[in-house]
């Protein structure tokens, strides 16, 4: 989300209203919301088809290849090339994400909070899934967790 300062900024430098860009950089992105679905353009359409009909193998493959996980939208990239052969014209597109390893909640605390991977150090995974048993709220933070680091 931008700052009214970097939209002043920005606005000047551009020579774009201010007001426009505050619409337009305000707020947080909504992907997708502005197509209708299923899509009417047919480009776009056989995109969407494509995933409809290949997305459960393309997820299978993935998680066969890098294990449980997802693919970010974000730390991303694509690109679009123009092969030709005998048979006529061919559209090849790459996406390339990064992929993240999906972790149980006590992996991830022990990842986050510990710096500990769940390959690195199973006993402190162990601490944490039964510590995650019990039923807390704050003192989780305030009380486990520097215990959990005093004892490492």
Not at 4 to 19: F, N, P, Q, T, V
Not at 48 to 68: C, D, L, P, R, S
Not at 77 to 99: F, N, Q, Y
Not at 103 to 116: K, N, Q, T, V, W
Request: with cysteine; glycine share 6%; charged share 25%.
């Amino acid at each position: 989300m931008a700052s009214a300062e970097d939209i002043k900024k920005l606005s000047e430098i551009l020579e774009i209203d201010a007001g426009l860009l505050e619409s337009q950089l305000s707020g947080f992105p909504n992907r997708g919301s502005t197509l209708d679905m299923p899509p009417k353009d047919p480009t776009i359409y056989r995109l969407y088809e494509i995933v409809q009909n290949y997305g459960q193998a393309y997820k299978a493959v993935m998680h066969e290849k890098f294990g449980g996980g997802i693919m970010s939208a974000i730390s991303f990239s694509t690109k679009v090339e123009k092969e030709t052969d005998d048979k006529g014209e061919w559209a090849k597109i790459t996406l390339r994400g990064k992929w993240y390893v999906h972790m149980s909640f006590p992996e991830c605390i022990a990842d986050r909070y510990l710096g500990y991977h769940i390959r690195d150090s199973k006993w402190i995974v162990l601490a944490i899934k039964l510590v995650t048993n019990i039923k807390f709220t704050l003192s989780f933070n305030y009380v486990i967790m520097p215990l959990l680091v005093t004892i490492i």
